[in-house]
């Protein structure tokens, strides 16, 4: 099991940047599945980035080349930097793990992005 933790949402104007960070309740070195997904109103549940215990990264279309996923085993937190920020990009933001294939999930933190 683990416990998640999100913050570094809030209210931005389209075109800036964000960095919201994910602190995990134990050791996330062998946590191979890690990611963020969003859900803004009305709409499913979106996954936006993945990473592996590996480094290695997937990113959603509509966030490629703008957002960027990271992991700090050390300091047990991902991290999610967004940049370019659109008005389409607002929702709530989740960040998971997957541990021997079930999902745990944060709160979540809003992010809105508007002028």
């Known amino acids: 099991q683990v416990q998640l933790v999100e913050s570094g949402g809030g209210l931005v104007q389209p075109g800036g940047s964000l960095r919201l960070s994910c602190a995990a309740s134990?050791?996330?070195?062998?946590?191979?599945?890690l990611g963020w997904s969003r859900q803004a109103p009305g709409k499913q549940r979106e996954l936006v980035a993945t990473?592996?215990?590996?480094?290695?990264?997937n990113y959603a279309d509509s966030v490629k080349g703008r957002f960027t996923i990271s992991r700090d085993n050390a300091k047990k937190t991902v991290y999610l930097e967004m940049n370019s920020l659109k008005p389409e990009d607002t929702a709530v933001y989740y960040c998971?793990?997957?541990?021997?294939?079930?999902?745990?999930w944060g709160q979540g933190t809003q992010v809105t992005v508007s002028s």
């Open positions: 998971y793990a997957t541990i021997r294939l079930i999902n745990y």
């Open positions: 990473i592996t215990s590996g480094g290695s990264t």
């Open positions: 134990r050791s996330i070195v062998s946590i191979n599945g």
